[in-house]
Each structure stands twice: as structure tokens, then as C-alpha cells.
């Protein structure tokens, strides 16, 4: 249970390939409360939307505490509701294209099983799935534009951090979990420790 003071519903916003998961993974871990990846409560078997999904997304918000992403249309009003805080990872186009492509690549390569048996498509479908998640991410690069006044409309109580760099989530994220009483930070997925 996280120190009081300290936010215990959460939601990682950014667009395709800004990190989201990740953050939200290494922000579970420094606040001690659970992350519900919300992929894997969409998609389901051949990535089709599982029928469920809005009653799971329901049940994971009057929960005490979580973190979550803050993702898919339909669950975006009912996360925002009880969510405490919201963390947009708002990183420059070519670091979120950088990063979706080469997730998607190493995806492939290790054949990475996902939600619900899913796997990344191979690669050359990129040329003939207007939906390939390269292409997805670039066509929605920008629906995030104009967040802070939509959550001033719509979320007046939520606390927003807005984090523009790596460098600059990781020195939150240091903050965050030494206020928690967790030391330095976890370290990021791949590995590396943190600087």
C-alpha cells in the first residue's frame, strides 16, 4: 500500500510507441499497487476485441489502487473518472517511431506471444495492412494534441505530469519511488539501470 499522499489509481497516456506499458509496468513496482495491462483486457484471440472489455475496464476502476494505460476510446471516460493522476509520455515523433518499429520488429523476430495468443504479424504486412501497427502509429501520431485542455474540461480533479523526454521520465519515476520508500527506481524492462 502505497504512503499516503501518494496516487493509487494512475493512467499512462501517450500515442503508439511512446512507452506507455513500460512506464506504467516501472510505476506499479515504485508505488507497490498493481498494473493492469489494458491490451490484454481488449484483444482478444486473432486480435479481435474481446466482448468483455468494458465490464473488465468497470471492474479494474472501483478498484482501490491500479495503473493502467490510458487507451481505447470507449474505456477512456470511465478510466478518467477515478483515476488521481495522469502521467502523458509526450515524446518527439522520431523517438515514439523509433521505438514502435523496433518493438515490432523484435516482436516478430522472437515471435513474442501477446495477449491472449496474439503475435505481431510478419514484418511485409506492413505493405498490405493499412492497420499495421507501424502505420497505425504514425496515422495517430498527433490525437493526443490539445490533452491538457481536454482533461481540464473533462478531468478538472486529475493531477497531469507531462514527461517530454526520457530523461525526464526516468528522473520523475526516481522521485516517485523514493517518496514511496523504494529506493532508486526499477530497473527499465530491458534491463539497463537507471542513471
Do not use: C
Amino acid at each position: 500500500m502505497p504512503e499516503p499522499g501518494l496516487p493509487r489509481r494512475v493512467l499512462v497516456a501517450g500515442t503508439s510507441g511512446a512507452g506507455k506499458t513500460t512506464l506504467a509496468t516501472r510505476l506499479a513496482v515504485a508505488l507497490d499497487i498493481p498494473h493492469t495491462e489494458i491490451d490484454a483486457l481488449f484483444h482478444g484471440p486473432g486480435w479481435t476485441p474481446r466482448a468483455e472489455f468494458l465490464d473488465d475496464v468497470r471492474t479494474l476502476v472501483v478498484g482501490e489502487s491500479w495503473v493502467t494505460e490510458w487507451q481505447y476510446r470507449t474505456a477512456r471516460p470511465l478510466l478518467l473518472e477515478r483515476a488521481e493522476l495522469l502521467v502523458w509520455l509526450d515524446l518527439p515523433l522520431r523517438v515514439r517511431m523509433t521505438q514502435v518499429i523496433r518493438r515490432t520488429v523484435r516482436r516478430r523476430r522472437r515471435r513474442t506471444v501477446l495477449w491472449n495468443g496474439n503475435m505481431e504479424p510478419p514484418l511485409r504486412t506492413f505493405w498490405t495492412d493499412a492497420d499495421h501497427i507501424v502505420r497505425w502509429a504514425w496515422r495517430t501520431r498527433r490525437t493526443l494534441d490539445g490533452l491538457d485542455d481536454l482533461l481540464a474540461e473533462r478531468a478538472p480533479h486529475l493531477r497531469v505530469v507531462r514527461l517530454r523526454s526520457h530523461a525526464e521520465a526516468e528522473e520523475w519515476l526516481a522521485a516517485v519511488a523514493a517518496r514511496a520508500g523504494r529506493g532508486r527506481a526499477p530497473l527499465r524492462r530491458d534491463g539497463a539501470a537507471n542513471s
